[in-house]
């Protein structure tokens, strides 16, 4: 629905020509293709704000109540759907100012509707936070998005010029890949082009926004200035929607915290194809306009080529396919990687054995050892999920592998998050050996000074850091969302003491957070400490506005209190089922982890 609207936009604005071309922009968009497939909220979004710019356009020009009814329509809906919609919504209120002074015999009365508008909206604007409200103290903290930064002047010039500019705007998505037909040699040149076509895109982006604003300008200059500002004030409105958002983010990253990418305000590059329709169908002469539009047409295709046939999401199809292919009943699968990977695998069914998340290198290769001593004729497999988290290297892992007389064959899938994929044996007649040390990410210091533990013990402190060391090696990071995460990967360590002091670090630091409260019961469940464990159940209720609690408090109790592994199995699999999170160390209570 996006497309055609977009086309009316730019027809309205800039003529018809300028309006296909900037829909032809859209519609090849590689960046707006990956967001459609995806579960986020932005196709909807889009939608929404190109309802409202149309309704607002038409409402102003025409000075009519039932179009400004439609565009808040369309804003509740984008309040309700998404946060950052908002910014959209004062780019339309700047707009909407300057029809103030024109309103002909009825200026009164357009007025009024204008303020009317205007409280409307704003109501608008300030409704999601009455739901926001209790919930806020759930949403990671700026030390939980770690990897949320400001942007150097280059990066933010890609982020608000350059975005369908694929493998520089997110090289996270688009790692390397092309069409296969092409063969790997003439593959591997035209990747290494990315930088001219990603640069291209940029430069279009920011000639066509200038000569927009340059034409605006010399209009106004040029003419009759209150003739020309009201002949000319439409065209102005894409301006607003690209600058205002802009402003704003740039504003919230320096005074709160930060929050720019690209899809945050993916609605701001249809005002950038908008202009690049400008620029191409006013160019003269007719020659220049054929070849604007040829390269532009040369760098969308170079764009697609690079993420069309690109694995531009976690290819866990792959890896269940392999699992199935390969594994055997019996053998162990561990996965390392996201809070939710495990159980994202697992929907692809069919697996010989239950996918187990481990939080370390160490981890797994503890893990693997017990079950090779165990089962002998069995092989392990383990995944390592690549993400924003930086890992120990992969071959500190495999160094610890051939130190225990471990052999491996290792596979790698591409994606977003690219996954290696070991199947690990024994080595024929040798025993396993002990895991070695590997080298962490961790400043292990900084977690005890976190968490105020000042051990002087040299065995208790050796003790301690070996702890550590199975629940985390990656960097530290000291907000609520990490401390409940190590807090459960400390527990399903079999370390619940620990466990259940980086928990209640996490409740100091954010009382009312809900995940730390189910990370301390569970540390107060293992230890068997059960009315402690209903109480911080009980704490848990209080501040969740969800009800969700409820379904983590059933499983616990029938796994700490009652002891029936049958019955806790079954939660945890219905909670799976639905989409919940399911702790590792739950898992480990139902005897699911080696």
């Given amino acids: 629905g996006s497309i055609p609207l977009l086309f009316a936009l730019g027809r309205r604005f800039y003529g018809a020509k300028a309006g296909l071309i900037a829909a032809a922009c859209l519609a090849v968009s590689p960046s707006h293709i990956w967001l459609a497939q995806g579960v986020r909220p932005n196709a909807l979004m889009e939608l929404l704000v190109v309802v409202s710019m149309y309704a607002v356009a038409r409402g102003c020009s025409e000075r009519h109540r039932g179009w400004l009814a439609l565009a808040g329509a369309a804003n509740f809906g984008l309040a309700w759907s998404y946060f950052f919609g908002l910014l959209f919504i004062m780019a339309e209120f700047v707009y909407v100012a300057l029809f103030w002074f024109d309103g002909g015999a009825d200026l009164k009365k357009w007025r009024r509707t204008t303020l009317a508008w205007w409280a409307a909206n704003t109501t608008i604007c300030l409704s999601p936070y009455l739901w926001l409200r209790s919930h806020m103290e759930q949403v990671h903290s700026a030390a939980d998005d770690f990897f949320m930064r400001l942007p150097s002047p280059r990066e933010a010039l890609f982020t608000f010029f350059g975005y369908d500019a694929a493998m520089t705007t997110e090289p996270f998505l688009y790692q390397g890949q092309t069409w296969e037909f092409l063969g790997q040699r003439i593959g591997q040149d035209l990747l290494q082009l990315h930088g001219f076509f990603d640069w291209a895109v940029v430069l279009f982006s920011v000639s066509a926004t200038a000569g927009v604003i340059a034409f605006l300008t010399y209009s106004l200059l040029s003419e009759r200035r209150r003739e020309a500002f009201l002949a000319r004030r439409e065209a102005l409105f894409p301006l607003f929607v690209l600058f205002v958002p802009m402003a704003a983010m740039l504003t919230l990253s320096l005074l709160w915290r ?219 990071y000291p907000g609520p969302f990490h401390l409940m995460k190590l807090s459960l990967f400390l527990t399903a360590e079999g370390h619940p003491d620990l466990g259940e002091a980086v928990a209640r670090t996490c409740l100091r630091i954010r009382e009312r957070y809900v995940m730390g409260w189910l990370a301390l019961a569970i540390a107060l469940g293992t230890q068997n400490r059960l009315e402690e464990m209903t109480a911080a159940f009980e704490q848990m209720h209080a501040f969740d506005a969800t009800g969700l609690s409820r379904a983590y408090e059933a499983a616990a109790l029938a796994l700490f209190k009652h002891h029936d592994t049958a019955e806790g199995q079954k939660r945890l699999d219905e909670m799976a089922g639905t989409g919940f999170f399911v702790p590792t160390a739950l898992s480990r209570a139902a005897g699911n982890l080696p």
Avoid at 347 to 361: C, E, F, R
Wanted: proline share 7%; aromatic share 10%.
């Fill in 258 to 476: 930060p929050c720019i990418l690209p899809r945050y305000s993916s609605y701001c590059s249809f005002s950038l194809y908008m202009f690049i329709g400008w620029l191409i169908a006013r160019a003269t002469p007719k020659p220049a306009r054929f070849l604007l539009a040829l390269a532009l047409a040369m760098t969308y295709a170079y764009q697609i080529s690079v993420s069309l046939p690109a694995t531009t999401r976690t290819d866990w199809r792959s890896a269940a396919r392999l699992l199935q292919q390969r594994a055997a009943p019996g053998d162990l699968i561990l996965l390392r990687g996201m809070i939710l990977s495990d159980q994202m695998l697992g929907l692809y069914g069919g697996l010989p054995a239950p996918v187990l998340l481990v939080p370390s290198y160490r981890s797994a290769c503890e893990r693997i050892a017990r079950h090779l001593e165990a089962n002998p004729d069995q092989n392990a497999w383990v995944l390592l999920e690549d993400f924003v988290y930086r890992f120990p290297p992969a071959n500190e892992f495999e160094r610890a592998l051939h130190a225990m007389n471990l052999a491996w064959n290792r596979e790698d899938i591409a994606g977003m998050n690219g996954i290696r994929a070991y199947e690990i044996t024994r080595m024929p007649g040798k025993a396993i050996g002990s895991p070695t040390a590997i080298a962490a990410e961790t400043d292990y210091e900084a977690v005890l000074r976190t968490l105020a533990l000042d051990i002087s013990d040299g065995a208790a402190r050796e003790s301690v850091l070996t702890a550590l060391n199975r629940a985390i090696d990656m960097p530290f």
